[in-house]
């Protein structure tokens, strides 16, 4: 079974073994709007926690997705080059950025759950 854990950037990552998958939760797709650009990093990059890990861009504005852990990266979505909008349709599903081979899992004890990101985001409404 796979958990989720949240960075108060709006950052999900749901760990798979040793392997973590990263986006941006619905709220920071909302906030951007209509994303029209995607940048990844290259496979085999090494990411350290709170490093970017890939720029969104949107008619709104362009955001860095920093990484909620660290990590080498083993995949990107190329999917989202060519449709960059499949952020929006499913964020937290289909719209991921990267998959990294974690090397520190003690980092996720520094990430929220769902429940505590939930109460995060409502707290800033």
């Known amino acids: 079974m796979s ?3 949240f960075t108060d950037q709006h950052e999900w ?4 073994g040793d392997v ?3 986006g941006i939760t619905d709220y920071a797709q909302e906030q951007l709007g209509d994303v029209v650009y995607v940048e990844l990093p290259e496979v085999g990059k090494t990411i350290a926690q709170g ?3 890939a720029v969104v861009e949107s ?3 362009a955001s860095e ?3 909620p852990v660290s990590g080498e990266v ?3 979505n190329a999917d989202l080059e060519g449709a960059p909008g499949g952020v929006n349709e499913d964020a937290m599903g289909k719209g991921w950025f990267v998959k990294l081979k974690l090397s ?3 980092e996720l004890a520094k990430l929220m759950d769902e429940d505590a990101y939930k109460s995060f985001v409502e707290g800033l409404a």
């Open 3 to 5: 958990e989720i854990r």
């Open 13 to 16: 990552v749901r760990v798979d």
């Open 20 to 22: 973590a998958t990263v």
């Open 51 to 53: 490093d970017e890990a």
């Open 59 to 61: 008619v709104k504005a």
């Open 65 to 67: 997705v920093y990484a």
């Open 74 to 76: 083993v995949e990107v």
């Open 104 to 106: 520190d899992k003690s």
